[in-house]
């Protein structure tokens, strides 16, 4: 059974910093393209970034510059570097694991910036 589970999120302020983690678990972490993905409220989900099994990365032009995506295969775990935190990043943090027609999705964890 494929698991990906989100944590990290939380309250931070403008200008602060967090760092989300995806475990995956029940698949062959190394060759998925693997991704985090937002929704805030009444608004679609949208991409945040990616990482390629080739380290190959993707970043949303909203975030880039702020925000950096990394792997560590030996831990089946992505994570999300968030800094300069803005109140537009406030959203749902979804992490995604894609390979060919396999596609599957975390729980998501609640990202606030607010002061």
């Known amino acids: 059974q494929v698991q990906l589970v989100e944590s990290g999120g939380g309250l931070v302020q403008p200008g602060g910093s967090l760092r989300l983690s995806c475990a995956a678990s029940?698949?062959?972490?190394?060759?998925?393209?693997m991704g985090w993905y937002r929704q805030a409220p009444g608004k679609q989900r949208e991409l945040v970034a990616t990482?390629?099994?080739?380290?190959?990365?993707n970043y949303a032009d909203t975030v880039k510059g702020r925000f950096t995506i990394s792997r560590d295969n030996a831990k089946n775990t992505v994570y999300l570097q968030m800094n300069s935190l803005k109140p537009e990043d406030t959203a749902v943090y979804y992490c995604n694991a894609y390979l060919v027609s396999n596609d599957y999705w975390g729980q998501g964890t609640q990202v606030t910036v607010s002061s």
């Open positions: 029940g698949i062959v972490f190394s060759l998925y393209t």
């Open positions: 990482l390629t099994s080739g380290r190959t990365t």
